[in-house]
């Protein structure tokens, strides 16, 4: 019988370095988690029953805004994980809205344990203040983060998280899977057909019609890549000219009761002055007589051309007060943290301060049985 040739013989290495490799990412995978996950040191002040929920699973539940944007981007990306698995599921069981209307979760598809991350003495608020802290205080790095750079990073955050929402948004519509979708293929919410009856113009809703669509597609390619998705379902945040006109156009349409495709004073004190008043620090404070002078003081600074009428461009440097952005709850919700965290009182954050006050930072709940209350950022 033929001898097996030293080559058939020798075992092959394919196999030791697929376990090498294995090994070397369980390994890496063990230190992210002992390092960021790690048990802190004992507190001067413990809370043994705190625990941290993920604020996806607030908003379901009715215990958070929807503009509280997520501090840190390690909890941002688990309730990422945590929405995604729950939209998966719900589409496998055909239970998505169309647009942007939430689906109820049925009882057998919540896992309420999943929206905790732990005990909170097994995540590290610590650690993770001290690791996010320099990429904070960058304008300029001198130890000390201002209201604007935590704003500057409230909106980063909030942009990722609105634009993850969308890239989500756009697959669910997109059923070609051309990475774009055409108006043909989007269906709007369910619940915006009832507002059609009780519209002030006889055309309807506008706000998931053709001219809104349009008006997203920058290019005029008759297509919504994700920038212009992204417009579309938030027109607040955009740059883009043609949808901040339709914007003004639709505040106009909205509130246009003669029909003439203009304000008169009347349609606007009615219809957009006490909107915007509280944003105005001239006009925020109430008339004790019911005096409409400060109405017509912003409705003559807002008519350019002294017409007597706003048209739709005279309303654009008031609509980021209609609509307000990211960059506004960014802001607002920066001064809030410093408000609460600034224990000296000199307007800006230090590390040990910011360190002092974690759960300003990070949303909690208390089980019952633990002492005081917290509402921090609700």
């Known amino acids: 019988m033929a001898q097996p040739s030293a080559a058939a ?24 988690l002992l390092v960021h996950l790690s048990p802190s040191s004992p507190s001067a002040h413990p809370h043994p029953h705190r625990r941290l929920r993920l604020r996806g699973a607030h908003l379901r539940h009715g215990g958070a805004t929807p503009h ?13 994980r945590l929405d995604d698995r729950e939209w998966e599921r719900l589409a496998a069981a055909g ?34 203040v001290a690791a996010l802290f320099p990429k904070i205080d960058v304008d300029p790095a001198d130890d000390a983060v201002t209201g604007a750079e935590l704003a500057a990073w409230n909106l980063a955050s909030a942009r990722r998280e ?25 269906e709007r919410p369910s619940w915006a057909w009832r507002f059609d009856d009780n519209n002030s113009t006889s055309d309807g809703m506008g706000w998931w019609k053709e001219g809104h669509f349009n008006a997203a597609d920058m290019d005029g390619d008759g297509f919504l890549n994700l920038t212009e998705f992204n417009n579309f379902l938030h027109p607040a945040d955009t740059t883009n000219p043609k949808l901040i006109h339709w914007l003004c156009k639709e505040e106009v349409r909205e509130r246009d009761k003669d029909n003439d495709g203009k304000l008169n004073f009347q349609e606007f004190y009615n219809g957009l002055f006490y909107s915007v008043r509280h944003y105005d620090d001239e006009t925020s404070t109430d008339d004790s007589n019911g005096s409409d002078a400060p109405a017509r003081k912003s409705f003559s600074q807002l008519d350019l051309d002294n017409d007597g009428l706003l048209s739709a461009d005279e309303l654009k440097p008031i609509i980021g007060k209609l609509h307000p952005a990211e ?14 965290a600034d224990t000296n009182k000199d307007g800006q954050l230090s590390l ?27």
Do not use: C, W
Not at 9 to 32: G, I, Q
Not at 68 to 80: G, R, S, Y
Not at 327 to 340: E, L
């Open 162 to 186: 609105v634009l993850h929402r969308t890239a989500r948004e756009l697959d669910l519509h997109d059923r070609d899977h051309d990475g774009r979708v055409a108006f043909s293929e989007y």
């Open 352 to 378: 040990n301060e910011m360190i002092e006050n974690p759960y300003v930072f990070y949303s909690a709940l208390f089980t019952e049985d633990d002492y005081g209350s917290h509402d921090e950022l609700r």
């Open 68 to 80: 509280q944007i997520p501090f840190d981007p390690v909890i941002a990306d688990l309730e990422h």
């Open 327 to 340: 960059n506004f709850y960014a802001k607002q919700q920066a001064d809030y943290v410093i408000s609460q």
């Open 95 to 128: 239970l998505h809205a169309p647009g942007m209307e939430s689906a109820p979760v049925p009882e057998d598809l919540a896992d309420y344990e999943d929206e905790y991350i732990n005990d909170a003495a097994r995540f590290n608020m610590t650690l993770r």
């Open 9 to 32: 013989r020798k075992p092959s290495a394919a196999p030791t370095v697929v376990l090498t490799l294995v090994l070397a990412l369980a390994s890496a995978s063990l230190l992210f």
